[in-house]
Structure formats: C-alpha cells, structure tokens
C-alpha cells in the first residue's frame, strides 16, 4: 500500500487532501493511506484514535447537507511525543508522497528576506540540539533517513497559502541543511520534487453544534467531524518525483504553471478574507456570511477584489470576473457559519501574501486603494484587541504588547505595530486612518 505521510493534520487537511484521497481511492487500483503528524498537540490524535480515524465530512451548501463518512488514516503520530516515528514514516519506503498544512506562521521564514529564519529561537534550538521540532527540521531529518536507507524518491508538497509555495519549501529545507550542516543536495535534486500548489475550500473550525447534529443525523458520536462547503478546488504542478494517488481522475488539476492560480486565489479569496475578517469585526459582526451581506464593506470587498484582478497574470485575467461572482457566492453560505476571528488570526503573516503585494503593484499608480484600507483595518482591528486587553491571536503578539506597553500615544503604538507588517511601509496614511476607524 503506498502512502502519504501529510504534516499538520487539521480540518483542512481532512476536508481536502483526505477527501481527495479517498474519492481516488474508491475507483480501485491502488488504496492510498495517510499517516497523519500532528506537530505539538495531541488533541487531534486523541479523538481521532477512539474512533479508529474515522470521521464525518459535512458539506454544507444553502440548502443541502450531506455527511460522508471519512476513513483514509491508518494512524495519527504526534511529533512532540515520538520524533523518531515521524522520521520513520518520512523515511519508509512505501512513503512517495509527503503532504503539508502547517499554516503561514508554521515554516518560520523571515519576512524580509523570504528565506529560512535560522536566527529564530524555535529554529536555532532544534538545529542547535540536531532533533527536528518544525515541520521544516522533520522534513530534513525524513529526508537524510530516506537518502541513507535507500534513497527513493518523494514528492514533497506544501499545501499552505503561499505564494510558489513549492520552491519557498524547497528554498526552505535547502536553508535548513545549510543551517545545520546536512549536505542531501544530490539525492534532493535527481529524487525529490516540490511542486507548486493551489489549494481551495473554505473550512470553519468545528463547533460542539457541528457535534450535536452529527449525533442527531447519523447516529454517529463523531468527536471530530469537519464542515466544509461543496465547493473544491486543487490544483498541483505537474512535478511528481514518483508515484500519486489517481487524483486527476477525481477533479484535482495537473498543471504546467500553477503559480497564476494560486496568485489569483491568494489576491481574490484570502485577501477578500482577511478584508472581510477585519472590517468585519470592527463592524461587530462574528461570521462571514454576516459580514459579505453588510452593504458597505460588500463594496469594500467589490472594490479589492477588481484592484486586485488588475495585478494578476493574464491567462487569468478574463477568468477574474466569474471567480469573484463566485467567490461572493460561496462568503454568502449560510451555513457554514465561518467566523471572522479563524481568519483574522495571523493576519501579520497573511497579508504579506493576499495584500501587500498588490498594494506594492498598484502603489505607484497613487490614487485611493482599498488594499491599503485593508492594511488601516488591519492595524485598527489589532490595536483595538490591545486596547482593550484581549488577546492577539499572531505570532507577533508578544511583539504587539510590547510596543502598546511601551508607546507613548496610540499613534505611536500604531507606528511601530505598522512597521511588524512591514518596515517599509509609509505609516502616516496607514495610521491616521487606523486611528480614524478606530474612533468611530
Ligand atoms: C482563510 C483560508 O483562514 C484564512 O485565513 O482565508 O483558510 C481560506 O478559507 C482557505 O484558504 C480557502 O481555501
């Protein structure tokens, strides 16, 4: 049985990868498994064990649900518990393929450079101590077992939202060996591929309802189902370094040049997200549908998403205007109940992906940007969280309530907040308007 060893093993793996797989899997030929890694927390594991991996996918669409029945893991290992498991099954064999969800924040890179940030704590100490802890040091580690055992090859693919998010990992474990003196440069260039990905479906984190009307619906006391909306999307570089699961046959799309629709994805989707999210909240709702259904930050999303579409390669271009009709579609589902809060979560990492870029594309042309709107939002929202002592859910946090203890004034604080997004950023504008929200 060949096999995939996917790190980060959260919903959108679940409701993703696995779903995929399985679908593949159902029309016979070879049954893929999935071992999945959870990094740290063994919460996934533990409800997961119990029930022998299985698990319900609900599928939300207005006015339909269905719930299908998930059994595509054979097993759940948390790494901070057995280390040596996790480089085992990279390292196996009957591994080809190595799947990751580890969010933005997860590959440490530096935001300044785009490379590996080896300087960082996290990072300095696991190279330090020679024992993986991140996703990257995991990876490194699988893959000097794997040359030393038998040197087969794998297919290596990062299915988190970032730009060429293929050769940013690859460009990532080449930083990692150099770091920590591991020299696989051979085996990695003739064996080991990266390719490129997109990856699409909007899925909220699970609620004790979600619980409940799995019970009550199936009979199935699920500790751990995943919603998600009918809507999927995958599309991967046609770059395999060997064996993968019947994919294609299945609605995944292999591709020669990935990178204009995850440009279009990141800009469009998760841009209008993160406006959402924040403008969002400031305006006191809880879930996107409430928010996309609020008029005046409707045509704030109106007005990103046309920004944005200018910036885009143009073999998308033509396709922009039926995507975001689309995409307002799917914010408007009701039923899914996303909240606002998951997205705006890590939003200083986010948004140098879905918006600076656009902002720096479309800067020089002056005028007004609502991609600048939504960095003021950004801030607005953060320094409200500050404000008001509440918890700031970023891997810069500690960062934040550092500078607001120690700022003089606000617009001091939203200066120096600012610049952890971006130091290059022109803050007067950003933060004359962010105190400007603020206030009303
Ligand atoms: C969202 C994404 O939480 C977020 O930041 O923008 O998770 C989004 O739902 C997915 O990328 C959709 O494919």
């Not at 279009?264 to 993160?274: C, I, Q, T, V, Y």
Request: charged content about 25%; glycine content about 6%.
């Amino acid at each position: 049985m060949p096999g995939i060893v996917h790190l980060g093993i959260g919903n959108f793996h679940r409701a993703h990868q696995a779903w995929y797989t399985q679908r593949a899997n159902a029309l016979g030929g070879d049954a893929w498994h999935i071992t999945g890694v959870s990094l740290r927390r063994p919460t996934m594991r533990d409800a997961m064990e119990p029930q022998d991996y299985r698990y319900t996918l609900v599928i939300k669409s207005r006015d339909a649900t269905r719930y299908e029945r998930m059994k595509i893991h054979d097993t759940i290992l948390v790494a901070s518990e057995d280390r040596e498991a996790v480089v085992a099954r990279i390292a196996d064999p009957r591994t080809a393929i190595v799947t990751l969800t580890v969010t933005e924040k997860g590959y440490h890179i530096d935001g300044e450079t785009g490379r590996l940030n080896a300087a960082s704590p996290e990072i300095a100490a696991e190279i330090a101590a020679s024992v993986p802890r991140s996703a990257v040091g995991f990876l490194v580690h699988g893959l000097r077992a794997r040359q030393a055992d038998h040197g087969e090859p794998l297919t290596v693919i990062c299915c988190d939202n970032l730009a060429g998010n293929g050769r940013v990992l690859q460009s990532l474990v080449h930083d990692y060996m150099a770091a920590a003196a591991i020299d696989l440069t051979g085996y990695l260039a003739e064996r080991v591929a990266f390719p490129n990905t997109m990856v699409d479906r909007i899925v909220p984190a699970t609620s004790d309802a979600l619980r409940d009307e799995v019970q009550r619906e199936t009979g199935f006391s699920d500790a751990s189902p995943v919603s998600t909306e009918a809507f999927s999307e995958w599309v991967i570089e046609d770059r395999f370094a060997g064996s993968r699961p019947a994919w294609d046959a299945v609605g995944v799309t292999i591709v020669k040049d990935v990178v204009p629709f995850e440009l279009r994805k990141l800009r469009l989707l998760n841009g209008a997200h993160s406006l959402l999210a924040c403008a969002g909240l400031m305006a006191g709702h809880r879930y996107v549908h409430e928010a996309i259904a609020d008029r005046a930050i409707r045509e704030r999303v109106d007005r990103l998403m046309a920004e944005a579409a200018t910036t885009l390669p143009s073999s998308v271009q033509d396709s922009a205007s039926a995507y975001c009709d689309a995409l307002i579609d799917r914010f408007a589902n009701p039923a899914l109940n996303h909240e606002l809060a998951q997205i705006a979560a890590d939003g200083s990492i986010k948004l140098s992906v879905r918006i600076l870029p656009v902002l720096s594309a479309l800067e020089a042309s002056g005028g007004e940007l609502e991609a600048k709107e939504a960095v003021a939002f950004w801030l607005a929202f953060i320094l409200r969280q500050l404000e008001a002592g509440r918890e700031v859910a970023d891997p810069k946090s500690e960062r934040f309530v550092r500078i607001y203890a120690e700022a003089g004034s606000q617009q001091a604080a939203a200066k120096d907040v600012l610049s952890c997004l971006d130091p290059t950023l022109v803050a007067d504008k950003f933060v004359e308007r962010a105190l400007d929200i603020l206030s009303r």
